[in-house]
C-alpha cells in the first residue's frame, strides 16, 4: 500500500479541489412575460426563447387536450347514432 512520504500542504489540496465548488447559476429574466430564468433556456412559464414560441405551455396543452377530447366524444355520439363522423379539427393528431 502505497503511504505518503510527507503531509500534503492545506494549499497543495486545495488547489487540487478547486474545480469541486458549487457555481452560482446566472438568472436572467424573459423578454416575453419577465419571468425569472435561467440564461439560454426556454422561458417555463410563457415558453418563449429569444423572443419565439418554442415550447407549448401546460394551460395550452389542457385547451388542446379537452378540444381532442371533445371530437372524440362527437364521434362516438355520431356513429351510436348513425350519422357520419364531423370533419376532423387542425387540433387533432392522428
Known sequence: MA?????TSKGR????????VEHVKAITHCGNCNGPLRTHQACGACGFYKG???LGTKAERAIKRGQVLQVKEARK????????APEATSTEKN
Request: net charge positive.
Open 3 to 7: 503511504v505518503p512520504k510527507r503531509k
Open 52 to 54: 419565439i414560441k418554442v
Open 77 to 84: 355520439a355520431a356513429a351510436l347514432e348513425g350519422k357520419s
Open 13 to 20: 489540496g486545495r488547489r487540487r479541489r478547486t474545480h469541486q
